[in-house]
């Protein structure tokens, strides 16, 4: 039986992994930087990667949205025969369809290396061929775990899905201290495909502890089946837009030098951290409660609600965002700079990521409007702004880039987000008769004034340190970065109690509510 208990403890699970599966994500993220640098190598490993990374995870969420209902319908009444039915039809149908797209696009490499990137020279195409060879296969396994999570999120077990992605990290480490040494990238091109493989295949003998049997079935007009496509649609739709606009974003940085596709990958990879951590943190529980409002028809306490989540978030983006442009340089040298990773590298990527930093609050904020929808049941609406701000988008990528390289695609989603952040602000606010925004936007004038001050402190504090001590040792970085950080941070909890910014009591009110209904469930 599904209780408010277990539900709660199911978010708790589920952010406990996904924090584990960030950080491994992002300590990937610094070992790769340490054995490949801003390489061409690293360039044509993350050209190789987009398209089947970027459309196996549109697929896997989309699955999963129609995917979960329709096995819940069944599942409510015991009929686990047509629950397996729909999950067998599912897999055996996907498997067919995505091995000949990938047998079609290993066999056509090098044609699709030249489109992901029209400035790669010849030896890199053939690279970048031969590496969209070694992963495309891992869009089946990746696709596969959409139906995989499906099936034990709605068996109430949500620990080996949410821990995916951590398991995907560690064997892409592993591959880069192995087999890079002797292999190069192309170890850890093989490294990548056994790790998504590795994450769909762990979760299988977990679904037959949970009532799945194999059948090689292909009920394609089987009712739930039909209802799954139906409702994944519009999901679809929606999740391609990234991996569309990362398609754009990489194929013009291919045209900006060697190297470029690496720095803004790992730019944004920085920013996704602090928006990762803490979206979650927030969004996961609030969306349960938004949805019950909804359902209860209590609109004005699903207002306030929404603000409420909005303004914890707030409080913490504000900060990072003036702490990641401050730092920019100190940052990514801590993290980065080892190995094929040298000072040169950190400066394009420093420069990109001072950009990307100015999109954490937006994209929180696009996020909690998104969730607004869905919890009144429209996913229409997002999708077609999401659909319409992508096209913006791809038009500031191609203007921006001439005038200010890696950092103007940078600019271009910051723009775009803010852009998609304040048209779900205006339709949700008709939907809703009105959104308590006054407090709202008095309460980011306050914060941005006080991350303006805590900004310049960490910089001056940074210089200083920077000055007198020695940055080519780990150590020495950590100081620098950790104590201007730390200063930054006490000139901004300063600055909000000076300028009174009266939601952080509120914010740590709910933080603990929040904690206490994880930990003990509330009904």
Known sequence: ????????????????????????????????????????????YLVAFTVPSGVAMAVAAAITAGFVPVLNSYLVVNDRENANRVANTLINTLFIVLLI???????????????????FGSNSVLLAAELIRYMFPALIFVSLMGIASGFLNSHQ????????????????????????????IRGLAAGTMAGFACQFLIQVPVMYKKGFRYKPELSVFHPGVVKVFKLMTP???????????????????STLGTGSIAALNYAFRLMQLPLGLFLMAVAVPLFPALSALAARNEMERLKETMVKGISMLALVMAPASAGLIALNVPIVRLLFERGAFGAKDTIPTAYTL?????????????????????????????????????????????????????????????????TEALVLYVLLNGKLNGLPVKPLLILLLKLAVASAFMGVAAYFSSGMIGAKTDLTTGTGRLIQVGVAGVLGLVVYFAAIIVLRVEEIREALRMARSIWKKAVHGVQ
């Open 1 to 44: 039986m599904i209780t408010g208990k277990s539900i709660a403890k199911g978010a708790l699970v589920v952010m406990t992994a996904t924090l584990l599966s960030r950080l491994f994500g992002f300590f990937r993220e610094m070992v790769i930087a340490k054995y490949f640098g801003l390489t061409g190598d690293t360039d044509a």
């Open 101 to 119: 797209i990938a047998g079609v696009a290993m066999f056509q490499a090098p044609a699709l290396a030249r489109v992901l990137a029209p400035g």
């Open 157 to 184: 077990h949500f620990l080996f899905p949410a821990l995916g992605p951590m398991v995907t990290s560690i064997v892409i480490i592993g591959a880069a201290l192995v087999l890079s040494p002797s292999m190069g």
């Open 235 to 253: 999901v679809l739709v929606a999740s391609m837009a990234p991996p569309l606009l990362l398609v754009v974003e990489r194929g013009l940085a």
């Open 354 to 418: 001072a950009f990307y930093a100015l999109a954490l609050l937006p994209l929180a904020v696009r996020d909690i409007f998104r969730r607004g929808f869905y919890a009144l049941q429209n996913t229409v609406t997002p999708v077609i702004v999401t659909v319409a701000v992508l096209a913006l988008n791809v038009v500031l990528d191609l203007f921006l880039v001439k005038l200010m390289g890696i950092g103007g695609l940078a600019l271009g989603a910051v723009l775009s987000a803010f």
